[in-house]
């Protein structure tokens, strides 16, 4: 583990974390708590699986959600987004940092083991093609786990009917994963996600850890649903790091439980919004604009210092869980519901010559500034799609 990366940590776990009990925080309703409070009216209605919110100012309808997918999000950016892969090369044509990745299928596996030799000097993550959720990803592949980590993620893929079965091998970052939440246009939060891992206090084994902080989350709503799990993957990391649930580990000495930042794993949510660098914010923006239809985004970025440095886009999603910025493990809590509102009001408010606040106009300030900027990737594709055709 590199010297900053630890550090991080360390500063990141000296935040007290937080504990959201049922009846005296708002754990659910979001979007409805944030329209209350901006003068909208809120209606949700069943349509066939899914839930869709439609939300009102001054009795015009103004927009609202499908689920968590916003409604100014159109089909196309939802179907290019779903698709990683595609969604990796459409912004590397759009010159945006992305890692250079290779789809293989299911029928192509011997091919994708060729790959992995051919690049022995690096360490990859395989991931499915289509699902979401850190469902079907195995990190840290080379040659000798190739063929354990193709089996469980296309297992995986079928257990979930994910077609059609394919990997994504990219190559592996040891850095920091990112949630950037991007609201029509402005950034709105950044939430930093550190996979399962315990801090060693010269006292308590590894395992008698794992337990403290299993207790500390099982108390609080929200994640009393995402503790640790003591499973095989987890005590082969163990291993990896030449320890063991036994063991007792040095204060301040950092032990890693998994590579999947995602909450259900285990991981720890940090907020970092007032932290991440201005890069980071405007990459997240800016691959939020190449991305025709999409206005709202959640960002996944890869970066090495997520304070000073730049990063890399793993994914956007077109339906960001806006809940993990409102209710973060340690950190303030944000309200993406409340940015998203308040950009469908000012949109009314401009169709019906309604005077804004200052507040107000600096939001439109930032979205004329952000449609502009669509403007310009939307010329560039063009531009690159005639280029292409005409070879």
Not at 48 to 69: A, D, H, P, Q, W
Not at 140 to 146: A, C, H, L, P, Q
């Amino acid at each position: 583990m590199n010297k900053l990366l630890k550090n991080e940590i360390l500063s990141l776990n000296a935040t007290p974390p937080n504990i959201y009990v049922r009846g005296k925080d708002i754990i659910n309703g979001f979007v409805k708590f944030a329209a209350e409070k901006q003068g909208v009216d809120f209606s949700t209605k069943q349509v066939k699986r899914m839930v869709t919110t439609e939300l009102f100012y001054n009795s015009n309808y103004i927009g609202g959600y499908t689920g968590m997918k916003p409604s100014t999000t159109d089909g196309v950016a939802f179907h290019l987004c779903k698709d990683k892969f595609k969604l990796e090369k459409h912004l590397t044509m759009m010159q945006i940092p992305t890692f250079k990745s290779e789809v293989f299928y299911e029928k192509n596996k011997e091919q994708a083991k060729e790959f992995i030799k051919e690049h022995n000097h690096i360490l990859f993550v395989l991931k499915p093609l289509s699902l979401s959720g850190g469902r079907g990803i195995e990190f840290k592949v080379d040659i000798t786990n190739f063929d354990e980590a193709w089996e469980r993620s296309i297992n995986t893929q079928k257990e979930n009917n994910s077609k059609p079965y394919a990997c994504i091998l990219q190559p592996f970052m040891d850095g920091f994963d990112l949630r950037v939440t991007i609201i029509e246009g402005s950034f709105s939060s950044a939430l930093l996600r550190l996979p399962a891992h315990v801090v060693g206090d010269g006292k308590h084994t590894i395992e008698q850890l794992i337990n403290i902080k299993n207790e500390i989350k099982a108390s609080s709503e929200y994640f009393n649903n995402k503790l640790i799990e003591i499973s095989n993957p987890l005590l082969k990391i163990l291993e990896s790091q030449s320890l063991s649930l036994n063991d007792i580990v040095k204060k301040n000495d950092v032990v890693h439980l998994s590579y999947i930042g995602n909450l259900v794993a285990g991981a720890d949510s940090f907020d970092v919004t007032n932290e991440v660098s201005e890069d980071i914010k405007n990459l997240a923006i800016e691959a939020t604009a190449a991305i025709p239809g999409l206005y709202s985004s959640g960002v996944d970025i890869m970066t090495e210092d997520f304070k000073k440095g730049k990063g890399v886009i793993v994914e956007v999603n077109t339906n960001p869980n806006n809940r993990m910025h409102e209710l973060p493990f340690r950190g303030q809590k944000r309200s993406p519901s409340t940015d998203y509102i308040k950009a469908l009001v000012i949109n009314q408010k401009l169709k019906d010559n309604e005077r804004l606040n200052s507040e107000e106009i600096e939001i439109n300030s930032n979205y004329q500034k952000f449609l502009k900027l669509k403007s310009d990737y939307y010329a560039r594709f063009f531009e690159v799609r005639t280029v292409i055709n005409s070879k």
